[in-house]
Nanobody
Framework: PLVESGGGLVQPGGSLRLSCAAS????????MGWYRQAPGKQRELVAT???????NYADSVKGRFTISRDNAKNTVYLQMNSLKPEDTAVYYC???????????WGQGTQVTVSS
C-alpha cells in the first residue's frame, strides 16, 4: 500500500523530490522512511521520520536531503538537493509499524544523477 513517485534523471548539483503515498493503513502509527539500493550494493537507510516529526538521516545525505510527512495526506516526501552521482540508486519507501512487526515497502523509483 505504498506508491512512490518523483524519480528521474538529474544533473549533479540538481534537485528532485520523491513522494510516497500510503493507503489502507493508519498512517500516524507508522515510522516512515526512505531507503536506497545502488547496483551491486546492499539496501541502505537514507532517512526516517516519526509521526511526531522526529527525523534521522544517513551521514551521507545530512544537510542535502530533507524528509517530511503530511499525516493528513498520508504522504511522505524526500527533498533531495545538491545531488551527487553517488546518490544514483533505486529509492524505496518504507513504513514500519510502531506497535507491531508489520512493515511495508514500495515498488521503488529510480534516481539517476549524471551529466
Amino acid at each position: 500500500p505504498l506508491v512512490e513517485s518523483g524519480g528521474g534523471l538529474v544533473q549533479p548539483g540538481g534537485s528532485l523530490r520523491l513522494s510516497c503515498a500510503a493507503s489502507r493503513m493508519i498512517f500516524s502509527t507508522y515510522v516512515m522512511g526512505w531507503y536506497r539500493q545502488a547496483p551491486g550494493k546492499q539496501r541502505e537507510l537514507v532517512a526516517t521520520v516519526t509521526s511526531g516529526i522526529s527525523t534521522n538521516y544517513a551521514d551521507s545525505v545530512k544537510g542535502r536531503f530533507t524528509i517530511s510527512r503530511d499525516n493528513a495526506k498520508n504522504t511522505v516526501y524526500l527533498q533531495m538537493n545538491s545531488l551527487k552521482p553517488e546518490d544514483t540508486a533505486v529509492y524505496y519507501c518504507n513504513a514500519r509499524a510502531i506497535y507491531t512487526p508489520t512493515q511495508y515497502w514500495g515498488q521503488g523509483t529510480q534516481v539517476t544523477v549524471s551529466s
